[in-house]
């Protein structure tokens, strides 16, 4: 009669895993990009495979580790962002547009709109805010982490705190008011109603667009509802009008809501656009537009 083995995890496998949820956001805030973060979380897992000494606060412990090691991330691609062709946004996870049900969950997420102010702070501002105020992270681990004193990271994230509060772009309303004003702002560009688009875009609305140096896109924000919408307008009644069996589907990003763009240039060339919008008092504040193909994580749905 045979007998059935069963292998069962580690102790240190079962706690780790436990706890991978929680350290893949910590690293998502930081890097920008999942599969980073995920990058991030699994060298913390080597690393906490390999200890031999007792570890009291796992969660503590791994927290300090992941950081550090995305505060080494951080530093190395400020490097390679310096020379990045035109505007830098966040790698795109893009989902279908989602249920009710599962919007609860979405309200968890953090914005395109925070990460892209995010990407604006120095790695160590950026690892201090997003420790002790997204995490509440005591400021004595936050200076383990950075190599400094609880007084210095304390500083960081004080200046962090106001560069977000300084810049970030206002986004308050929810997933279906978000939508709403989005499908106003698509009707609008496509008939050319430049007054019906006036009315959906805020005075100080920004649009910034992300082609990598691969897909042609404007390589500086383009700001104020006038040129906005004159840059809009231009684009899905003139250029866009070259595409072929072009599909435009609602998505969801980062919890916000946004629309996906498909279709095919006369060249047989692909198009893929993913728009999203930050949304406050109805009216669109800012619209990031990925057109880079390496940074569009295309949910199962498409």
Not at 161 to 169: I, P
Not at 222 to 229: E, F, N, P, R
Request: contains cysteine.
């Amino acid at each position: 009669m045979s007998r059935r083995i069963c292998f069962m995890p580690s102790p240190s496998a079962v706690e780790f895993e436990a706890q991978r949820s929680y350290l893949t956001a910590v690293a998502y805030r930081m890097l920008g990009s999942r599969a980073e973060a995920e990058d991030a979380v699994q060298e913390a897992w080597l690393r906490y495979a390999q200890q031999t000494q007792e570890i009291h606060d796992v969660r503590g412990w791994l927290t300090t580790v992941t950081a550090r090691i995305c505060l080494d991330q951080l530093n190395s691609a400020r490097v390679r962002r310096t020379a990045y062709p035109g505007e830098w946004l966040p790698v795109y996870v893009v989902k279908p547009d989602a249920d009710p049900a599962d919007r609860a969950e979405l309200a968890d997420q953090i914005s395109i709109a925070l990460l892209v102010v995010l990407e604006k702070l120095t790695a160590e501002q950026r690892v201090a805010f997003v420790l002790h105020d997204a995490f509440g992270v005591p400021f004595d681990e936050v200076a383990t982490v950075l190599d400094s004193t609880p007084a210095a990271a304390r500083q960081h994230a004080s200046r962090a705190r106001k560069a977000v509060a300084d810049g970030q772009v206002r986004h308050t309303a929810g997933l279906a008011e978000q939508r709403r004003v989005l499908n106003a702002f698509l009707a609008a560009a496509q008939d050319g109603d430049m007054r019906t688009l006036a009315a959906v875009l805020a005075p100080d609305v920004v649009a910034i667009g992300d082609g990598g140096g691969v897909v042609r896109t404007a390589l500086r924000p383009v700001l104020g509802a006038d040129k906005v919408a004159r840059f809009f307008t231009g684009l899905l009644t003139y250029r866009l009008a070259e595409v072929t069996d072009i599909k435009v589907d609602p998505v969801v990003v980062n919890g916000s809501a946004g629309m996906m763009l498909r279709g095919t240039w006369p060249d047989g060339s692909p198009l893929l656009v993913v728009s999203v919008v930050a949304v406050a008092d109805g009216r669109i504040t800012g619209i990031y537009n990925q057109q880079n193909p390496d940074k569009l994580v295309l949910g199962s749905a498409f």
